[in-house]
């Protein structure tokens, strides 16, 4: 539990809880009919590799048309938007991480190799990764990347180039890394990780749902049970959410509460509540959460990389699997905390 473990501890925990949520959760992400998720892949228990046909797939009417090479961050994936069945991630192997953990994991890289942060630096680093081929292998780039690409294209300067109506929860994989490296100074981590959100995730909304996660994972890498850490992070956020609900949801089937009760989409005034009833119910079963998550479908795998946080953060690096921890293609670098 959190309060027998370091911080340093809690921190890895949560890092390879990120990675780990995310990855589980890859070969059946956005898969919103889970009889068919139950079909094509049984319980989701250890990493997978995704398969065509993708049966909730809406590839086939989305589009990307880079108006010149600025914004070609798609590469040779853009031959599979428009086709029929394709999954999102279809030639990430087992154990391998969505684009959006890639990002994370980059920006890992940066603040162990600078021992700092700076968002110039960053936003120049997330553009040649992006825009250089062969750097990942994933067939999808959410919207807010199409965004941002175009808006660069189109000659705006890289801190100008974010979207303010974006809402969906797999942006705040983006923000935990640095959540965690300043851990030490709550208000300049809550600080740093919300103004880094906003390059590419702008808007009250992200900003609000993002502060309530931001201070519960600060609160638990601290020492806080996960419960006080939600309970604390509630009464300081701006945004209303029902502890004692979460809780007592915990009597019905999780696909229920996730799914019927908040919808399993990736809209964050549904995904968080959501993923905070997951890690309230599991608190003290985080690979249990994670499996539960992921069989709940919809955007399993933003729910996943904060639950992983969360969850990994309370009990430790040593409460996930060694097959989970040894299985991951591309592993969260270690930082050391960062003093302001």
Known sequence: MAQKTSIEDRISGALFGMFIGDA????????????ALIRDYGEVTDFLQPRNPHPDSILWRSSYSPPN??????????????KKGIHYHQFLKAGENTLNLRLARELLLLLQQNGSYSAEIWLERMIEFLTTPCNHNDTYAEEYLR??????????????????????????????????????????ALQISLEHLALTHGGSTMNGWGGLIARALLNVIRGQTLRDAVMDAVQESNVAVDVKLLEALADYPDNTVVGKHFSSACYVEYAVPATL????????????GLIENTMCGGDNAGRGAVLGALLGAANGVNAWPTKWLKGLK??????QLIHK
């Open 330 to 335: 591309y592993p969260p670098p270690i930082v």
């Open 147 to 188: 965004h941002f690409f175009i808006a660069y294209a189109h000659g705006r300067k890289p801190a100008q180039c974010g979207r303010d109506d974006e809402k969906h929860i797999g942006g705040y994989s983006l923000m935990l890394p640095l959540v965690m490296a300043y851990a030490q100074d709550r208000q300049y």
């Open 277 to 288: 009833y997951l890690a309230l119910k599991y608190a003290e079963s985080p690979e249990r």
């Open 69 to 82: 090479s600025k914004a070609d961050i798609l590469h040779e994936q853009a031959q599979y938007w428009g």
């Open 24 to 35: 589980l959760a890859m070969p059946v992400h956005w898969y919103y009919d889970t009889t």
